[in-house]
């Protein structure tokens, strides 16, 4: 109870201060860290990596196994698989972490905005459930498909519908802290609404907040990856882990690991983010944690 | 009890309304073009403008919208522009596999989910609770399109127990269903599961520090029975509610794993018409999805009345 | 002497390792004979509640274990016996309840089927013997209409209600030994008055021995038999009831009983001429329930509520859960709008004023809140909840911190703690800090909503005396609301009696505790635990 509660500082020392003890105590957690560190890495040093150019075509390459050449093997069009997976990162941790900053963001300005003025929360909420009530995917696909494939589509067309959420959850931590004695206390030291947000509401959305950020975070990179494999994603041009899969779906009996290491990569991903998520959760928000 | 359903009823249409609203300025507002995406590349000046006027674009927004209103309360969703059929057939023949794909999957995952969740929560902090919740977080993580390659690729190219792909109805043929709709249920499953026995575990554990729960065990009722009796009927209410909620996730879900498996359902069909930008298509099944998910949460906020004796009606 | 049902000897159980002590109970004895009620008294960490859990056989796995001692039922160890024993004695032999009849019970199964459900384990009964043995159970614990009662849901009764399905249950198939962990403690003076008594009669027909936890010395001077006084873990002291409220031997027995407030009030100097500070006139809360399809209700929260108190005058707002004193205190603080009335602040009316017209008189009131664990923001330091008013009214940083430091200094507390986090401070100490953090505002007003109630008893005393030393040191009105006669009788020159959201009786804390003249107030006193008992005088002295 009284460890929840600590001091962002002190959240902060308990983080990135020990890392032995912590190591010890979140193996799992330390383990997701370090692979989005690599996969961080790896996508800022594509280039050193060994790689050749990604839209490379080498006819003469045509959909052979791992070898020395090629790691990963080549693609239909001869192009290195280990290349295309490589910088296939790129696209997914742009799209991740884009998404996460926008949705938090906004939901955050429209959640507050909800739970503090009463006027707004209800029309506000049902338009939050009626985004809620369309299927994230086929949103986003419409979104795309509709105003033409390009990666800042694709971010704000998977951005719209993960709002909502966000809403909810900035609005439902609103809702209890503007009940808390320590915000009334404040209205009778004659704080004005602005700064009780900021000093109140605010600092007690934080944690929770940035848990569901690293959620959307994973969450956007899987939807990336499923409007890119369905054709209405990131341009065919770029190499993100969706179009390879998707172009590699007809050579599937014959040369799976066109599909299967991508496939491997987004997997491991997004297993990394979501468990960096729940090592989080349980650290900075141990009532969420119970929760869900 | 009527007037609580009749309310919980009313309190959906806003919800509808938005939907619907919403869909309509989606396609309508949207940067390109509707008009000269459905003509395609190659139309003349004149071909777009009589598309445009087929389907009522070059009338005000809100005579559109009011018309478009209109048609939709008579149940109309348009006509395909490709096949010429009317979206609501379309949908009629293409409805039955994907409602056999959702329906195998929820039972499965409810009925694998549920007593995995009670099992973690039971076991809560050893080894079993790791297990279960590794493979939960797994398989929340592993795109479904991913599960259902590589299910591919092992059950069926590597062992042969399965075929790769195509559908069969239960109805004709039960037996080549159970062996069609195997690898797209687990395919499928993985992320309702993970998501069903996450919230069964942390309900059940909640429900585990209450004070009733010590009552029960003062009582000297047996552990096993404390769990099933006590601490699973007071986290119905949130499991159910999760149940509902992961139906959004499924609709996702069904799409790709029909594009996976090569099913002709409502997945494949929405998934075409994006191909060919055939948007009166796209718009109806975002609708009709849309709807369905409205109207299942609707049966489930119903259902609580009956789990819950607290929640009045 | 008859031979004890229970018997605790040496019992001591271990705490987690890291815990600021290494156990939670160390070489506790006591003993429990037929028909007897023995109270464990202590306050908060005392060891009590886990020793009770103990004999239940019930402590939290992994977390606490029993390292040494023995539990005898009869004669019969409970530490030796096996997990499947041990529910075998559960609700047969002995039979347990709990604090919060709120949440005791399971929300979603009828009240009926839990106390049947211990029939259902424990014996091979018949449905139709196992509910004649309920209604019976039922009617012998004065439940009403034991018949349509039997298949309603928890949340239809009231908290009383709630505390007596717990007794039938736990007594349904007679124990020798009843544990009660704080069973009066949620409960309003009247049901708790209702509750002992029920316990006290059952204890005499069915000759249960009770082991009763409690951190009220009222209950205990009510109920009790004998008394075992915890501190720490430890039994300091134990023996007849009246020889240890009389004549305690162990000292910190003696601050105890000394540390609860006595009902009858001192002498206090008259503010009769000190002017009014604050008014309210006709001051109601009305509250709107229902919605578009139920018939609309109305809650009256406070009615026609008329009080006025003088600079320097303390003045005790009293009722019970429901009564509306918070409701006043919040309308009072302008943390809602009342329906109707006025608030005149020295004249002032700021019942209906609007943001910016209310703010130049925020500062003249401020209000300390019950909960102290929730009355300061976790995530910002103590010298920043102290300075954010002044600060919001234009003092410069640097001065505010002084202030801060002077206050700080003035509630006891070290003025180098300003950049301290909330949760490295006790209870007592946080309340200590929200009375500075209200005085940093300087204001004529304080409003004080059960500022003692949520405190062990004798923290409880200092904050008091604390209240009542700014009082005077700053000439201040206090608004003390309470539901504690006690803690009333001690602070306040005079007293409002509120009952339904009406004032049912006024006058000097002398005066109405001398002679009460309403019939709510005569009922509310007459509930009073221990109100025969004078506390704290002891026979050596």
Not at chain 1, 123 to 146: C, E, Y
Not at chain 2, 22 to 37: I, K
Request: contains cysteine; proline residues 6%; hydrophobic residues 50%.
């Amino acid at each position: 109870m009284t460890e929840s509660a600590g001091a962002p500082a002190e959240i902060g020392a308990t983080l990135f201060g020990h890392w032995r003890p912590l190591a010890a105590r979140y193996p799992f957690v330390v383990v997701a860290a370090i692979i989005i560190l690599v996969f961080v890495l790896a996508a800022a040093f594509a280039p050193l990596l060994w790689t050749t150019e990604p839209l490379a075509l080498n006819p003469l390459q045509r959909l052979k196994p791992p070898s020395a050449l090629n790691w990963f093997g080549s693609d239909q069009f001869g192009r290195d698989v280990w290349t295309r997976t490589v910088y296939g990162t790129r696209v997914s941790l742009i799209v991740g972490i884009a998404v996460a900053v926008l949705s938090i963001s906004i939901g955050l300005f429209v959640g507050m905005l909800a739970g503090y003025i009463r006027l707004l929360d209800g029309i506000v909420m049902r338009v939050m459930d009626g985004v809620m009530a369309i299927p994230g995917v086929l949103l986003a696909i419409a979104l795309v498909s509709l105003s033409g494939a390009s990666l800042v589509t694709v971010i704000i067309a998977i951005t719209v519908p993960e709002i909502p959420r966000v809403v909810r959850l900035v609005r439902a931590v609103v809702l209890t802290v503007r009940e808390e004695p320590y915000v009334e206390a404040a209205i009778a030291a004659g704080t004005r609404l602005p700064q009780i947000l900021i000093r109140h509401v605010l600092p007690n959305c934080v944690p929770a907040l940035i848990v569901q950020a690293t959620y959307v975070c994973a969450s956007a990179m899987l939807t990336e990856a499923i409007l890119s494999f369905l054709g209405a994603g990131t341009p065919p041009e770029i190499p993100s882990w969706g179009n390879m899969m998707a172009e590699g779906r007809a050579f599937f009996p014959i040369a799976p690991r066109i599909i299967l290491f991508p496939g491997a990569a987004l997997a491991l991903m997004i297993l990394a983010v979501n468990v960096l998520g729940d090592g989080l959760r349980d650290r900075l928000d141990p009532k969420l944690a119970r929760r869900v | 009890m009527l007037t609580f359903i009749l309310k919980r009823a009313l309190s959906t249409i806003p919800v509808m309304g938005v939907v619907a609203l919403t869909v309509f300025l989606l396609l309508r507002l949207s940067p390109g073009d509707p008009a000269s995406v459905i003509a395609g590349d190659y139309a003349t000046a004149e071909q777009i403008a009589k598309i445009r006027t087929q389907l009522g674009l070059d009338q005000p927004i809100f005579i559109q919208f009011a018309h478009w209103l209109g048609d939709l309360m008579r149940g109309d969703l348009g006509v395909s522009i490709f096949s010429n059929l009317p979206v609501t057939t379309l949908i009629g023949q293409r409805i039955e596999p994907t409602l056999m794909l959702a329906l195998t999957t929820i039972v499965f995952s409810v009925v694998v989910a549920v007593p995995l969740g009670v099992l973690a929560a039971w076991k809560a902090h050893t080894w079993v609770d790791r297990a279960v919740m590794v493979f939960a977080v797994v398989g929340f993580s592993v795109p479904v399109f991913v599960m259902g390659y590589f299910l591919i690729y092992g059950f069926a190219l590597g062992l042969h127990w399965f075929p790769v792909q195509g559908y069969r109805s239960p109805f004709s043929e039960p037996g080549q269903f159970v062996s069609h709709i195997t690898l797209p249920t687990l395919a499928l499953s993985a992320i309702y599961i993970a998501l069903i026995a996450r919230i069964t575990r942390a309900s059940v554990l909640e429900v585990l520090e209450e004070d009733y729960i010590r009552t029960a065990r003062a009582k000297g009722q047996a552990e096993i029975k404390v769990l099933l009796r006590h601490a699973l009927g007071n986290a119905a209410v949130p499991i159910v509610t999760v149940i509902g909620l992961g139906v959004a996730f499924l609709i996702g879900g069904v799409v790709v794993t029909e594009s996976v498996f090569n099913i002709p359902g409502l997945g494949r069909l929405v998934v075409d018409a994006i191909l060919k930008r055939d948007y009166p298509i796209i718009q109806g099944l975002i609708l009709f999805f849309s709807f369905l998910y409205i109207a299942l949460n609707l049966v489930i906020d119903i259902a609580y009345t009956v789990l819950d004796p607290r929640i009045r009606y | 002497m008859t031979a004890p049902v229970l018997d605790v000897q040496g019992l001591t159980v271990r705490l987690p390792a890291r815990a600021d002590r290494v156990n939670a109970v160390e070489n506790v004895s006591f003993a429990v004979t037929p028909g007897e009620i023995v109270c464990v008294v202590g306050e908060s960490g005392s060891g009590k509640s886990v020793t009770a859990h103990a004999v239940m056989g019930l402590l939290p796995a992994r977390q606490l274990t029993v390292a040494a001692g023995r539990i005898l039922l009869e004669g019969d160890d409970l530490l030796t016996k096996t997990p499947a024993e041990m529910r075998h004695i559960r609700g047969a032999r002995i039979g347990m309840i709990f604090q919060e009849p709120m949440t005791a019970l399971n929300p979603v199964m009828r009240v009926g089927d839990q106390i049947a459900e211990v029939l259902d384990i424990h014996t091979k009964l018949s449905e139709r013997e196992r509910r004649q043995r309920v209604l019976d159970v039922m009617a012998s614990v004065h439940l009403p209409e034991p018949e349509r009662m039997i298949d309603v849901y928890p949340h239809q009764l009231s908290g009383g209600q709630r505390q007596r399905i717990m007794i039938a249950a736990a007594l349904v198939l007679d124990p020798v030994l009843l544990i009660a962990d704080e069973p009066t403690t949620a409960l309003d003076v009247a049901t708790q008055a209702q509750i002992l008594k029920l316990m006290k009669e059952l204890r005499e027909r069915r000759n249960t021995g009770v082991l009763f936890i409690t951190h009220d010395f009222g209950v205990v001077a009510e109920i009790a038999h004998r008394v075992v006084v915890m501190q720490h873990g430890r039994v300091v002291e134990q023996g007849a009831t009246q020889d240890v409220l009389r004549r305690p031997r162990d000292e910190y027995t003696r601050t105890l009983i000394r540390a609860v407030p006595s009902l009858s009030p001192p002498a206090r100097a008259s503010v009769a001429d000190a002017p009014v500070v604050l008014e309210t006139k006709h001051l109601m809360m009305t509250y709107k329930a229902g919605g578009f399809f139920e018939k609309r209700r109305e809650v009256k929260a406070a009615n026609d509520v008329n009080l006025c108190v003088r600079r320097g005058e303390m003045l005790g707002v009293v009722g019970e859960s429901g009564s509306g004193k918070s409701t006043v205190a919040r309308c009072i603080a302008r943390l809602i709008v009342p329906s109707d009335g006025a608030i005149l602040i020295e004249g002032a009316d700021v019942a209906k004023l609007g943001t910016r017209a209310l703010r130049p008189h925020r500062k003249r009131v401020q209000i300390v809140f019950q909960d102290p664990y929730r009355s300061l923001n976790p995530r910002r330091s103590v010298g920043d909840a102290i300075t954010e008013g002044p600060v919001n009214f234009g003092m410069n940083a640097g001065e505010a911190v002084a202030r801060a430091r002077n206050l700080m200094r003035l509630v006891g507390l070290d003025p180098d703690a300003l950049a301290r986090f909330p949760h490295q401070f006790s209870g007592g100490q946080r309340q200590r800090i929200c009375i500075a953090r209200a005085l940093a505002m300087d204001p004529e007003i304080l409003v004080a909503d059960e500022p003692v109630s949520a405190l062990d008893v004798s923290v409880q005393a200092q904050v008091l005396e604390l209240i009542d030393d700014v009082r005077k040191r700053f000439n201040l009105a206090v608004l003390f609301i309470t539901h504690d006669l006690r803690v009333a009788a001690q602070v306040c020159d005079r007293i409002v009696v509120m009952h339904k959201g009406e004032v049912v009786e006024e006058g000097t804390t002398a005066a109405v505790f001398a002679a009460p003249q309403h019939a709510y107030t005569k009922a509310l006193f007459d509930s009073a635990p221990g109100r025969n008992f004078e506390f704290g005088k002891f026979d050596q002295e």
